[in-house]
């Protein structure tokens, strides 16, 4: 049965995963496409009755001031969408294309873009249809997210034949639809890959024998941050039987000891952009709105810069800074690993040093994902230049920080493999069992590597662990989405 859209502030994020990831069709109640009817009436009288209205009867951008006159809309509509289709890059995949319909979807049904209840109900059917254009994905310096969804709606109205009404073409382009279908598949990825992070952190305390007095729960009760204490509360049950090793040892390195204050960090951060990208859902983006008069406020289109994803941004560079400190983390821990000092296991985890060069490689190949993701992290927020003669002279770059926060997940996802790779081989030098739920995860991963006893190449086991990571089985997580094609 279709998902029922009653109201278009109803979405949040389970529902919103469902239609966007799962495929699931949506119905528009009747009523509300009535509702839309009369918001679509109420601007075609006002534009009848003589008013100035951006994109409608008047150029964009810095041609803001020129009257257009009388015009054919529906040509002057579909050139609106084709003249800015000037994108190169990647394509983006179907979860965030699908994504951006429904958002645009939603906000027209607000009612406050004035469109016409024949476009909502096409938007619906290409939902429903599986209906998927190429959308490229590269980095524009538009203001707003005009070029993407430029193709997006130009071949929506191409392939449906649609004539686009007074408008409806500048309102397809006109909104922020784009950042949150980014922002909620790199979400709930860095969410996954942040749990696979606090396991491989178990694995090296439980294995090295470290102690474990640095994330007992009340140390994190003594912080009183949120996302810390989780971390504290998920190591405790990642370590259960472990508390053998609550004596008074020698203290392992920072980056160890450190664990539940970064990734609890991280967590945070997490928590702040799923806070943000539900209000994103529920949000109305357009650019002008039409409402009607309230005190002494009259009717008419009314210049928004909901468009301008700001808020989202920032948490996007947030998180991008968060998982790169996550990394860093991760690479100090995988160094430790291989050091005899630390560990008390042979120096590269070989059974045979010297000889044998092990598993030093795999370290260096996180270094270098490091340093990518390092480049990366330098936020996308920051910058601000001039376009259209300066009269769009500041961007939000929501695709630019989504992209860089796509790249550090992935250097990440591979990171993981490459450290479990190196956890599975440290488990079988002590030859020591681990606290039950790690040692689950290990026996998974070495299904699909043997131990390493002699020099090999190890890069069809680390793709065979990365895939693992992907799938979600080692955390009981869902699986990655990619937000390209």
Partial sequence: MPILLERNDQLDLPLYRRIAFERESVSIAPSLLSSVAQSRRALVAHLEGGASAYGVNTGLGYLAGRDLGSVDQASFQRSILAGRATGVGPALSEPVVRGAMLLRLTGFL???AGVSPELCSLLAHRL????????????????????????????????????????????????????????????????????????CGAGAIAVTRASARPYVVRVGELKGDPGQLAVHRRLASLLAGFTGRLGDARQAPVSLRVIPQVHGAALDALD??????????????DSPVFLTASGD?????????????????????????????????????????????????????????????????????????????????????????DASAGQEDIQAFSLLAAGQLEGILDGLELSLAYELVALRQARYL??????????????????VVPPVVEDRSLAGDVSRVRELVASGQLVGGVASVSIWS
């Fill in 110 to 112: 607000s009612g406050y």
């Fill in 128 to 199: 429903n249809d599986g209906w998927f254009p190429v959308v490229p994905g590269g980095v524009s310096g538009a203001a707003g997210e005009i070029v993407p969804l430029a193709h997006l709606f130009s071949a929506l109205v191409d392939d449906a034949a649609y004539a686009l009404g007074p408008k409806e073409g500048i309102a397809l382009i006109n909104g922020a639809p784009l950042a949150p279908a980014l922002g909620v598949p790199l979400l709930l990825w860095a969410q996954a890959l942040l749990d696979h992070a606090t396991l």
């Fill in 272 to 285: 702040r952009l799923r806070d943000q990208l539900g209000r994103e859902l529920r949000a109305v983006t």
């Fill in 297 to 385: 406020e009259p009717e008419g289109l009314y210049p928004t810069g909901n468009f301008h994803a700001q808020a989202l941004t920032l948490l996007l560079d947030a998180v991008a800074v968060a998982m790169t400190q996550v990394l860093n983390l991760l690479e100090k821990r995988m160094h430790r690993l291989l050091d005899t000092r630390f560990s008390g296991l042979p120096d590269q985890l070989t059974p045979d040093p010297g000889r044998q060069s092990g598993l030093v490689t795999l370290h260096k190949q996180v270094i270098g994902l490091v340093a990518q993701a390092r480049g990366l992290a330098a936020p996308a927020s920051i910058h601000a230049l």
């Fill in 430 to 447: 002590s030859g020591a069992a681990l606290p039950g739920p790690l040692e689950d995860a290990v026996r998974l991963i070495a299904e």
